[in-house]
């Protein structure tokens, strides 16, 4: 896979982004591979390895997020 950009989304009750990048050899050397949590962990991303799809996981219902990018 070429070209891999990660999954981003920010948590409202942080204010932090979690940031996700799907496994890949294009990924940056820096960049942990896999599932990310915001710094409260209440909102998690998970890349699906194409550009602006993943997914959003949130320990309760009444979580908050949006779209980081």
Known sequence: ???T???RVRCLS???IAE???WTDTRPEE???GPAWCACGKVMA???G???RGRVVTTSPDDLW???D
């Open 31 to 33: 960049q942990a591979d």
């Open 14 to 16: 942080c204010g932090t």
């Open 1 to 3: 896979m070429t070209g």
């Open 50 to 52: 194409v550009p602006d």
């Open 66 to 68: 949006e779209d980081a």
């Open 46 to 48: 998970d890349s699906m």
């Open 5 to 7: 950009t990660p999954f």
């Open 20 to 22: 996700s990048w799907h």
